[in-house]
Nanobody
């Protein structure tokens, strides 16, 4: 399984970005996909996840109301729409995927989001 994240960049506070994560390989085994992020000097943290079969979603408190995770089955691609961005959202965002174990064993390379104040 390969995960390719894209869409990061520099945006002003209050702005929006949409991240994409394209999956390839043995993706039929992936049950859940999501996003984590790691800010400079901080530990990696969960952002959001989506169950691929039925689209159920879950968000970290910091993302609720501002971020929306979605998927396009036909394109085998996951998205993270981020609105009302804050400087504290600055981080490298990683797309992740889990199989039947439920553990996020597959990680993409990360895409940098920088929010200026």
């Amino acid at each position: 399984v390969q995960l390719q994240a894209s869409g990061g960049g520099l945006v002003q506070a209050g702005g929006s970005l949409r991240l994409s994560c394209a999956a390839s390989g043995r993706t039929f085994s992936l049950l859940t996909r999501g996003w984590f992020r790691q800010a400079p000097g901080k530990e990696r943290e969960f952002v959001a996840e989506i169950t691929w079969s039925d689209g159920m979603t879950s968000y970290a408190d910091s993302a609720k109301g501002r971020f929306t995770i979605s998927k396009d089955n036909a394109k085998n691609t996951m998205y993270l729409q981020m609105n009302s961005l804050k400087p504290e959202d600055t981080a490298v965002y990683y797309c992740v995927a889990a199989g039947s174990s439920g553990s996020y064993n597959y990680w993409g390379q990360g895409t940098l989001v920088t929010v200026s104040s």
